[in-house]
């Protein structure tokens, strides 16, 4: 019976821990597939949560606890010191007492007067010892001078007894010496234990003024440092973690990736602020790319019309071929058949070559950051833009400085700037007009340029300071969209460079693309310009 | 083949992928008229100037002179030779110019070689000369 139970139980128990496991598993899963492959750089979900409010609140409590603590020992010493006060009191009034019975007593044994009052005087004594019994006995210790007193009231009131007896006898006498020696004796022990028991109280005062005012000190110092000590933490924090977002926003207004480091031991208002900056940082990153791929796009819509064009002349070249093969195939000779199927294959060849070159370019392709030669860029963007540039009659000067350095880029995105630059200089040259492309080392170190020239009509003032601002265009509507310019700023700050432009009215417009060159080992040394130009 | 001149009817045809004069010049050759190809425009333009031609056949789109300037300059050496503009697919805007300018007619790429020897007779029917497609080679 009792097995069964268990074994029940214990069934049951594991089948729950699968349960539990299975939620976490299903949420590990989750959590990966929403973390696009940074997972390795997220931290374990679980990471303690302490908030600058809990800090705060933290802080202020401990604070109010030491004040609070500190308030408490104060009070304490003080009333440790009122008690020492009262007990000097009451001891101060024993003293007086005894010394007044003693007075009484002396004058009593000179002049045999003062008797009573020395009584009086020790009654009084030993109304005071009774009230302040427990006060005393702590003090001296013992029951000794209670007994004292006592032994000596009755001394002085037998010494009255015997004063009442006016007969006066040699035995009596004696007796009453003997009474008046014992007097003397008690009564000197009884002041030398008093002033002790004063003295004590003193000194015990003194003790407790000493330990009020160091309390005191302390207390204050403790404070102070405790206080500066939690705002130093809480200032810490706090400013450190501007400090981290300050860096990450100028990395991100330099448009570069970086992951924001917030603390790993801890999560606070801090980490959802970043979380938030993240998701807005990626949101623009996603958009940017977007605006950046319909740009593209834009652009081979431009580039069609000539690609279109340039088409034709391969497939014609193709039909007539074929056309006048299926005409003469019989009259021709063999070697002329294999001449013309060969011209069909070039020719096919030519077509699928123009197609793939702005399919390439068209691709949505994911940056790729490699070392390459920038010469090697432009020529490419050349034979992109062929049949557009023959289209709009314009002769193109390619000039690249040999031996240039490589450059760490995105070969389709800078494709792409050299496009957009392209084909806004042939939108102003003439007919039979002609562009100069330049790459040379730039006057700044470490870097290349690349100069597209046109010698149209320059760019006026009022919109040069426009040119790169989203939208903006100068063309009509339905020929630009106004983004080229800034979709190529985006893409070379990308890449850590910049691009400027230097234009004269009627002469002509100079863009110039700089860009980092690339050193071993790539990555760090591009970081690194990147750093230095910050 | 009726013979309105005293000499062949002649043909001129000039674009500059050489793989359209070498096709078409057997199928223009079949409607037994003369045809010279040329590929430049400078050199088409000299050989215009030293002989009349019957139908010069141009592409408009080419490098050192475009088409229409051949059409200007043929219009204005002999107006009774016909011109045949070769088009881009994309440049109808072009082709309606030329036939301001006085072409007799545009053929857009790609054609049949078909295409533009039904062009070039009725070319010849505009001049008065009957030209027929005869299946021997010349």
Known sequence: ?534 | MLMMTSSKFEVLLLDDEPIVGKRLRPAILKLGCGVEVFESPAKAIKRINEKEFDVVVTDIRMDEIDGIEVLEYVTKKSSRTKVIMITGYAMMELARQAMEKGAFDFIAKPFKPEDLRVVIVKAAEALGVKLTLSHEPQ
């Open chain 1, 1 to 534: 019976m009792f097995n069964n139970c268990l074994d029940k139980w214990y069934k049951c128990a594991l089948q729950r821990l699968k349960r539990v496991l299975d939620a976490a598993v299903e949420r590990q899963a989750i959590r990966d597939a929403s973390d696009d492959g940074d997972s390795s750089l997220r931290k374990p979900d679980r990471v303690l949560r302490f908030t600058i409010k809990a800090h705060v609140y933290i802080g202020f409590v401990f604070a109010f606890l030491i004040a609070f603590s500190i308030g408490i020992a104060l009070v304490i010493t003080l009333l440790m010191m009122d008690r020492n006060l009262e007990v000097v009191e009451i001891s101060n009034k024993y003293v007086y007492h005894i010394l007044e019975a003693r007075s009484y007593e002396k004058d009593f044994l000179l002049n045999g007067v003062g008797l009573k009052d020395a009584i009086k005087n020790i009654r009084a004594l030993k109304d005071l010892f009774l009230e302040h019994y427990g006060e005393i006995k702590k003090i001296v210790g013992s029951n000794d001078l209670l007994s004292k007193t006592d032994k000596y009231g009755k001394l002085l009131e037998t010494l009255e007894d015997l004063q009442a007896v006016t007969v006066s006898s040699a035995e009596l006498s004696a007796r009453r010496e003997k009474i008046k020696d014992e007097l003397q004796a008690l009564g000197g022990e009884m002041v030398i234990v008093a002033k002790e028991l004063m003295r004590k109280e003193r000194d015990s005062l003194d003790k407790s003024m000493l330990l009020f005012r160091v309390v005191h000190i302390y207390a204050a110092v403790f404070l102070i440092l405790f206080i500066t000590f939690i705002l130093h933490l809480l200032g810490f924090r706090v400013l450190r973690t501007l400090n981290r977002f300050t860096v990450y926003m100028s990395q991100i207004s330099s448009s570069r990736h970086s992951k924001f480091q917030s603390s790993s031991f801890y999560r606070d208002e801090f980490s959802d602020l970043s979380g938030v900056l993240e998701q807005l940082v990626k949101e623009y990153d996603r958009q940017q790319t977007i605006i950046s791929q319909s740009h593209k796009l834009r652009a081979v819509g431009t580039l069609t019309a000539g690609v279109a064009h340039e088409l034709n002349n391969p497939i014609n070249n193709i039909t007539l071929t074929a056309h006048m093969l299926l005409e003469d195939y019989l009259e021709l000779s063999d070697d002329e058949r294999l001449d013309m199927i060969k011209d069909l294959i070039d020719e096919a060849g030519r077509a699928r070559l123009i197609v793939r070159n702005l399919l390439d370019f068209a691709r949505e392709s994911e940056s790729i950051m490699e070392p390459i030669g920038i010469g090697d860029v432009l020529e490419e963007t050349l034979k992109i833009s062929g049949s557009q540039v023959k289209l709009a009659g314009v002769n193109i000067e390619l000039k690249i400085a040999p031996n240039l350095p490589r450059i760490h880029g995105d070969r389709h995105q800078l494709q792409q700037v050299f496009l957009n630059l392209l084909l806004n200089a042939l939108d102003v040259s003439t007919k039979g007009g002609h562009l100069k492309i330049e790459v040379a080392m730039a006057d700044e170190d470490n870097f290349v340029a690349v100069k597209v020239t046109d010698f149209g009509q320059g760019i006026p003032d009022h919109i040069l300071h426009h040119i790169f601002d989203p939208f903006f265009t100068t063309k009509t509507k339905g020929k630009g969209t106004g983004l080229g310019l800034s979709v190529s700023q985006g893409i070379i700050a990308k890449h850590g460079g910049h691009i400027t432009v230097s234009t004269k009215q009627q002469r002509g417009t100079t863009f110039t693309v700089k860009l980092p060159i690339t050193t071993i080992p790539a990555d760090f040394s591009h970081s690194q310009v990147l750093l230095n130009n910050q």
